[in-house]
């Protein structure tokens, strides 16, 4: 008697259940593939750059990156005045101003000791005032790649922690497809080129950049 009991309330409770789904089939769905039936997928941030940084990252980089030396000259200290010719800013009209950059020249300075490391370089057939510094890492500032890039755009991620890690993967390419197999500890007193792009800092003479590519010459 007792397990007949239990048998009838077994066949109660699942009649209760496929009644609440207002129809006959339960489906069980497997974690991870739950965006075959909602049409939302995990956001990955790292594979969202893998699959962009060699096929259209570092061909728009290279073919929109200005001369540093006369990119400096022609604004005459005054950056913000070539942002329609050159620059782009962060959220259309407004926001961070970043350039797209190329140069070379010679390591100066190279710097480990800080997280926040960085070469400076004195640019070639450049005399001006500015300090051109390039990232090293390990902590990346900025986010003047992702900035730059016309087919990466805020408005196609859900908040402020998608955008935001879509730098911070973009930044651990750079360290790691880079700047670490151009040995910077090794670099010092030697020329290099570089591709990159720099966010414009109000009242400072630095120019900060995060290279995309860096090689010696």
């Known amino acids: 008697m007792k397990k007949r009991m239990i048998a009838l309330g077994l066949v109660a409770a699942l009649t ?15 974690i991870g593939e739950e965006g075959k039936y909602t049409g939302e997928t995990t956001f990955n941030a790292g594979d ?15 073919e929109t990156a200005v001369d540093l030396k006369d990119l400096l000259t022609e604004s005459k200290g005054n950056l913000a005045t070539l942002a329609d010719k050159y620059g782009k800013y962060s959220m259309g009209n407004s926001g961070e101003l970043s350039y797209v950059v190329k140069g070379t020249g010679k390591v100066e300075e190279v710097n480990t000791e800080s997280q926040a490391g960085y070469m400076a370089v004195a640019l070639d057939g450049y005399t001006g005032p500015e300090t051109i510094k390039i990232q090293i890492g390990p ?3 900025g986010s003047s790649i992702r900035d730059t890039l016309s087919f ?7 908040n402020q922690e998608e955008w935001a890690a879509v730098s911070q993967s973009i930044n651990q390419v750079v ?7 151009a040995k910077p500890d090794s670099l ?24 995309a590519t860096l090689e010696v010459k």
């Open 16 to 30: 209760a259940a496929v009644m609440l789904t207002g129809c006959g089939i339960v489906k069980v769905v497997k």
């Open 48 to 62: 969202d750059v893998a699959a962009i940084w060699e096929s259209s990252a570092l061909p728009e980089l290279n």
């Open 139 to 141: 902590v990346y500032k």
């Open 152 to 158: 990466i755009k805020f408005g196609d991620y859900k």
């Open 175 to 181: 360290a790691k497809d880079v700047v670490e197999p």
């Open 188 to 211: 010092m007193d030697k020329n290099v080129s570089f591709i990159g792009a720099f966010t414009v800092s109000a009242g400072n003479t630095d120019v900060l950049i995060t290279p």
